[in-house]
């Protein structure tokens, strides 16, 4: 959200950073309730077979009420996985929502229920109807691209082509928007299936003139099946309506490109929009915007996406676009979105507009890839992106001046051992070797694999691996090798006996190749295999389990040896992820409790190997009991957000960690050490007892720590008396009740130091996760009253140590600071010793003292804590104490509290 698009200064607030879903396909506003919006989820458009893999499955429609405070997700739509668009009517004064649903493939097939369509909502979201028409020949409705609501309320949709290929390239216009009033326009579906060369009809998008109800126009895209059984679309029919819809005419497209690609993307970049002033004047956008001041007669290129190379200018908008805005009755000031995010004019009558770029806050970069400097002196990062090539990111806010490499950026490499060489690529295994003082580089054209290639470097050697196999299996069972870097990269084609046809997903270089390279290679198909020799005369055996999923081997990390493995698999309705301690001759799944979705990247912990993260398409996950039967996953997203993350890379030095997203560029952490769970075991007597909390937990609540005890029976103490409490603190003692003995585990991360804040007088404290004796807690200012350390066993009892779990009673001689540690071993604290002359009496647990001659400063020596809470038993002098210096001594004894 920005609050003010045309101040400079105005930056983009998030709204949603941890909604289940942030795939964003369409957002729209209530007429008549600006505060109610709607935002569909799902890109539909890139759920396709096609070269590059940029999609997000979606969970349905959020709503708000209040203006994006905050959000719903509408129950009634978790079953859409795609939705295209959505969009409000004025119904006599009734908000009517309409969205556009539709199902795709993204690792895996997802298809909308109960069908595609068009929905229609009169109760603001609660229940849905589908209205639109089957598809002629077909008992499935159309899937909509877009909706457009004329300026006199009719409805029209544009489609696209259905999984089954299906139901593209038509136009359907309803006034009332129920089921059965649908005029359908198909008259080019049977044009474009004649076309020798652009026969598959395609998506549709359409503007209608708000000044003007009569003119709608509409950009068609048609396409064909290349090689590799891709449907590349082009924006090759610009149409208007002069009469509602009713009939079109065919209008010419921009011609400053040839072979029809303004608009080579049709099925992912398209949009069109009409002057609301003037109905001849049409903006379309496609890899760059075109203007048509005469209805699309005759175009005027307005933008250049190649000023990206340049570090932009007047004309420079990013290429591929998405959306076109007018100010609502303004013919100068327009938004645009593309791939490069938001751009903003005041000049749109001018014959060539001025462009600003509006993405202060707002990070849509989507990385492929990323890789970490392993100087740790220096913050480098460098990320390959989809459409925005590679950048640098040097300690400061990325923009188009980082581009070091362009094109679509792939894997890319800082070189461990040679700080100031960097390894970028781009499509189909195209590399950039780049001396980072010099800025000069040297290139490879290897030309094989597919579009974004796995590979891996290895920085002894000075060898990079890549995949060569093709999408349709050409090249089938090769990898490329490209060594003598730097200097005069030298590329060979190595064949690999692996018997698979598909690409290889992944590719890891081990971390313990010295003399001899060992690379583990997964596929699509789900096997994995490791290469031995890999620099000289591979050797490759297959390691993977009959068990593993036929799916997309995302990633593989090697653990303590090249024995440990973990391999994950990025499809949905599969056990992702996978580990083995013998090198492959037996597997674990590790899946645990983890949501149903694609894992993308995996790392161990460096010093843990109970430790491993996950990146996945709804952020990091980390464990830290990995080697648990049951492994539990958790979300680490403290300022990241749901974003899919595609990479993960490790600097071991430091532990610093980055991460990949998306569409909201790099994050980077520090992935902290988490020392191995720890159990201590607690043993309570019936009635009350003082505990403590030994460990870090996850969850301090007592009834989680004690399940047995007796509710609301949890006390700690302050210098005005009892307070009861429902968590345990590190450092308090607590009085806790129990109806019978027991024993509980207590679970957690070792705590080896404490401080605690003492008050004067007396103190409830609890310890550490080890046993530490009275006189080795560090007290430099000799505040511990010597003597006066109680725990309680049915009575209060002088204690030596400080057991781990239990709580206890300390006198202090005034404010200040204590210290229990595990590594203290010698004294530190001052003990006192009972005078022999003095006369004993023993009560129960209790030892009582008379006599006198007792110095001054050791009375308070004998004082006792305040008493228990009742039921319990308590023995002592009146005044609190356990010594009677006088003639006439009181005994009080509380036996279960009477």
């Known amino acids: 959200m920005n609050n003010d698009i045309t101040n400079d200064n105005s930056s983009w607030i998030p709204v949603g950073d941890f909604w289940d879903n942030m795939a964003v396909s369409s957002i729209t506003f209530d007429p008549n309730n600006l505060n109610i919006f709607y935002v569909g989820t799902g890109e539909a458009f890139t759920a396709v077979t096609i070269y590059r893999e940029s999609s997000g499955r979606g969970v349905g429609i959020w709503k708000t009420i209040d203006g994006g405070e905050t959000w719903e997700l509408l129950s009634s739509t978790e079953n859409f996985a795609y939705v295209t668009d959505v969009a409000v009517r004025d119904e006599g004064g009734a908000s009517v929502i309409y969205a556009g649903v539709v199902s795709g493939v993204y690792y895996g097939t997802h298809e909308s229920f109960p069908s595609d369509g068009l929905y229609r909502s009169a109760d603001g979201g609660i229940s849905w109807e589908q209205v639109l028409p089957n598809i002629f020949g077909e008992s499935i409705p159309y899937a909509p691209s877009d909706i457009e609501i004329g300026a006199d309320g009719r409805i029209f949709i544009g489609t696209m082509k259905n999984l089954d290929g299906e139901g593209g390239a038509s136009i359907l216009y309803s006034d009332s928007g129920l089921s059965g009033s649908w005029t359908i326009f198909d008259h080019y579906q049977n044009i474009i299936e004649g076309d020798n060369t652009y026969n598959i009809p395609g998506r549709v998008v359409l503007a209608s003139a708000p000044s003007n109800e009569n003119i709608l126009y509409a950009i068609m895209g048609s396409g064909y099946l290349n090689q590799y059984g891709f449907n590349y679309s082009y924006g090759n029919y610009i149409l208007r309506s002069t009469n509602k819809g009713l009939t079109w005419q065919e209008r010419n497209t921009p011609e400053d490109y040839s072979d029809h690609s303004w608009a080579t993307l049709a099925w992912h970049a398209l949009s069109i929009t009409v002057d609301p002033n003037d109905p001849n004047t049409i903006f379309a956008g496609g890899l760059d915007m075109h203007k048509s001041t005469n209805a699309g007669n005759s175009w005027t290129k307005l933008s250049d996406w190649a000023l990206m190379y340049d570090g932009g200018g007047d004309e420079y908008l990013h290429g591929d676009h998405h959306s076109i805005t007018f100010k609502s009755g303004l013919s100068d000031e327009i938004l645009f979105s593309n791939d490069g995010g938001v751009f903003y004019t005041t000049t749109g009558t001018n014959f060539y507009p001025v462009f600003v770029e509006k993405n202060k806050g707002y990070s849509t970069l989507q990385f492929y890839t990323c890789a970490i400097d392993y100087d740790m002196n220096r913050n480098y990062f460098l990320g390959g992106l989809q459409d925005n090539g590679t950048l640098l990111y040097t300690d400061s806010d990325l923009d188009i001046n980082d581009l070091v490499t362009g094109g679509d950026g792939a894997y890319c490499f800082f070189d461990q051992d040679e700080p100031e060489l960097i390894i970028t690529s781009v499509y189909y295994n195209r590399y950039y070797f780049i001396d980072m003082d010099s800025w000069n580089y040297e290139y490879d054209n290897s030309n094989s694999g597919v579009f974004i290639n796995p590979a891996d470097y290895d920085d002894v050697g000075?060898?990079?691996?890549?995949?060569?196999?093709?999408?349709?299996?050409?090249?089938?069972?090769?990898?490329?090798?490209?060594?003598?870097?730097?200097?005069?990269?030298?590329?060979?084609?190595?064949?690999?006996?692996?018997?698979?046809?598909?690409y290889f997903s992944h590719v890891k270089v081990s971390p313990y190749s010295d003399n001899s390279t060992t690379l583990f290679l997964g596929t699509q198909s789900g096997r994995l295999y490791r290469i031995n020799n890999a620099q000289a005369t591979p050797q490759t055996t297959e390691i993977g389990a009959s068990s593993f999923p036929t799916g997309n081997i995302s990633c593989v990390d090697v653990g303590g040896s090249e024995d440990t493995l973990l391999v994950t698999f990025s499809n949905y309705g599969v056990l992702s992820v996978w580990q083995t301690h013998n090198g492959g001759n037996s597997w674990q799944e590790k899946e645990g409790n983890l949501p149903d979705?694609?894992?993308?990247?995996?790392?161990?912990?460096?010093?843990?190997?109970?430790?491993?993260?996950?990146?996945?398409?709804?952020?990091?996950?980390?464990?830290?009991?990995?080697?648990?039967?049951?492994?539990?996953?958790?979300?680490?997203?403290?300022?990241?957000?749901?974003?899919?993350?595609?990479?993960?890379?490790?600097?071991?030095?430091?532990?610093?960690?980055?991460?990949?997203?998306?569409?909201?560029?790099?994050?980077?952490?520090?992935?902290?050490?988490?020392?191995?769970?720890?159990?201590?075991?607690?043993?309570?007597?019936?009635?009350?007892?003082?505990?403590?909390?030994?460990?870090?937990?996850?969850?301090?609540?007592?009834?989680?720590?004690?399940?047995?005890?007796?509710?609301?029976?949890?006390?700690?103490?302050?210098?005005?008396?009892?307070?009861?409490?429902?968590?345990?603190?590190?450092?308090?003692?607590?009085?806790?009740?129990?109806?019978?003995?027991?024993?509980?585990?207590?679970?957690?991360?070792?705590?080896?130091?404490?401080?605690?804040?003492?008050?004067?007088?007396?103190?409830?404290?609890?310890?550490?996760?080890?046993?530490?004796?009275?006189?080795?807690?560090?007290?430099?200012?000799?505040?511990?009253?010597?003597?006066?350390?109680?725990?309680?066993?049915?009575?209060?009892l002088e204690a030596e140590t400080i057991e781990p779990g239990y709580g206890y009673w300390l006198r202090s001689s005034g404010e200040g600071e204590i210290t229990l540690s595990a590594s203290a071993v010698a004294s530190k604290t001052k003990s006192f010793q009972l005078p022999e002359h003095l006369n004993t009496l023993k009560l129960e647990h209790m030892v009582l003292y008379f006599g006198n001659n007792i110095e001054v400063e050791n009375v308070l020596s004998y004082s006792l804590p305040p008493k228990p809470p009742p039921p319990a038993t308590d023995i002592r002098f009146s005044g609190n104490t356990k010594l009677c210096t006088t003639d006439d001594c009181a005994i009080e004894v509380m036996n279960n509290g009477h």
């Open 462 to 502: 000075n060898v990079l691996y890549a995949n060569a196999v093709r999408f349709d299996g050409g090249l089938q069972n090769r990898i490329i090798r490209i060594d003598n870097i730097p200097g005069n990269p030298d590329s060979d084609m190595i064949y690999l006996n692996t018997n698979t046809s598909v």
């Open 597 to 796: 979705m694609p894992i993308r990247w995996v790392t161990y912990h460096p010093d843990n190997s109970n430790q491993a993260m996950l990146a996945t398409e709804i952020g990091v996950w980390t464990t830290t009991n990995l080697q648990d039967e049951n492994v539990t996953w958790q979300p680490s997203v403290n300022g990241l957000a749901n974003v899919r993350v595609d990479m993960l890379d490790l600097r071991e030095s430091d532990h610093t960690v980055l991460a990949a997203t998306h569409g909201r560029g790099f994050f980077s952490a520090s992935y902290d050490f988490v020392p191995p769970a720890q159990e201590i075991d607690v043993t309570y007597e019936t009635g009350w007892n003082l505990v403590g909390l030994p460990l870090d937990v996850s969850n301090p609540n007592y009834i989680s720590l004690f399940p047995d005890a007796i509710e609301e029976t949890l006390y700690g103490y302050q210098p005005n008396g009892y307070v009861q409490g429902d968590s345990l603190f590190h450092g308090n003692g607590y009085w806790l009740r129990f109806s019978d003995e027991n024993t509980t585990t207590i679970s957690g991360s070792v705590l080896d130091d404490l401080q605690i804040s003492l008050a004067e007088g007396w103190n409830l404290i609890s310890g550490i996760t080890t046993s530490i004796a009275v006189n080795n807690i560090l007290d430099p200012s000799e505040l511990i009253i010597p003597g006066t350390v109680y725990g309680f066993d049915n009575g209060y």
